[in-house]
């Protein structure tokens, strides 16, 4: 029976380490990738699973990642998606390289029964499917270390002309607030922004980008830096200035999210442009972001993988 239009969506991971020495081992020195035994089917493969219902699929990986290995692990660099049919049906499966940020309790399952950490030399010759062994072999050669800059469209926000009709004298639009959608989405994105480990808030100084990423920033104690030149009003009255901004926060290797407005999008991917060369396509959906995948190691900031999320 040929496989049918929909669709299973699943997100999984390879992580990576150096592996210890062994007490002194030579042999058992060099880079290891952490593999699962699953119990019913009796196949070696990677971390992954289906996403729940209205699962983002950066926050499925994260979880599926922790549920069958115990490891907690954030996401890095984007790998190659697998579609595969399964029965009538096809299997999208989302990869990211991952790190990993600590480890829970953990024991064997009715999914999985053994998580072993392999040298990649042998991970080939272990792994069930030829298509995780190609993507264990593309991932070795991806950069290690990598850290974000996620930029952000801020949520659905009320249109500026209802929010005028409501008041006789109404206030700066820089006050116009989310809609009840966008208050969901910015609830959504705190998990999705943790799943790729961010550390530090940057925001526009307007009250729908704020409500966009405070629920974030509290989950996570952070506090939020105020972009002013990267507001409407801002940008609008400084371009040159708020572009050199952009490359500032281009060059600070600290895993970051900006979150800003749809106007200021398509100068700020320009200037991304110029300091790296990189084409970015500027068309955020509301509460759609972009991550940057920035590699530090020559000294400066390089970027090597892009990807685009919707809300």
């Avoid at 999984?12 to 952490?34: C, I, K, N, S």
């Avoid at 507001?231 to 901004?245: D, N, W, Y």
């Avoid at 320009?270 to 509460?287: A, W």
């Avoid at 400066?300 to 919707?310: F, G, N, S, T």
């Amino acid at each position: 029976m040929a496989p049918t239009t929909e669709v299973i969506r699943a997100a999984g991971v390879v992580v990576m380490r150096e592996a210890p020495d062994g007490q002194g081992d030579p042999e058992r020195a060099g880079t290891e990738v952490l593999l699962i035994h699953r119990t019913q089917l009796q196949d070696w493969s990677l971390p992954k699973g289906k996403l729940d219902k209205g699962e983002h699929v950066t926050v499925a990986a994260v979880r599926e990642t922790a549920e069958e290995t115990g490891y907690d692990v954030v996401l890095s660099v984007p790998l190659a998606t697998q579609r595969y049919p399964v029965g009538d049906r096809i299997k999208e499966v989302y990869y990211w390289l991952a790190r990993i940020t600590g480890r829970g309790p953990w024991q064997p399952n009715r999914e999985v029964d053994e998580v072993r950490w392999v040298p990649i030399e042998e991970a080939s010759t272990l792994l069930t499917y030829p298509r995780d062994a190609d993507l264990v072999r593309a991932a070795a050669l991806v950069a290690r270390g990598t850290t974000p800059l996620v930029i952000l469209r801020h949520a659905q926000a009320e249109k500026r002309v209802d929010f005028g009709r409501r008041y006789a004298s109404p206030p700066p639009d820089s006050a116009r607030p989310l809609t009840r959608v966008g208050e969901r989405q910015a609830e959504e994105l705190t998990s999705a922004l943790a799943a790729f480990g961010i550390t530090r808030t940057h925001s526009s100084p307007s009250t729908r980008c704020l409500d966009t990423v405070l629920p974030f920033a509290a989950s996570g104690g952070l506090g939020v830096i105020d972009e002013p030149l990267l507001s409407e009003e801002g940008f609008s009255q400084s371009r040159k200035t708020a572009m050199k901004r952009i490359s500032e926060l281009l060059r600070d290797p600290a895993p970051a999210v900006l979150c800003t407005h749809r106007p200021v999008l398509p100068a700020a991917f320009e200037q991304v442009r110029r300091d790296s060369g990189v084409e970015i396509d500027p068309d955020l959906s509301p509460g759609g972001f972009v991550v940057l995948h920035r590699d530090f190691s020559t000294g400066e900031a390089r970027i090597v993988a892009a990807e685009y999320h919707a809300p």
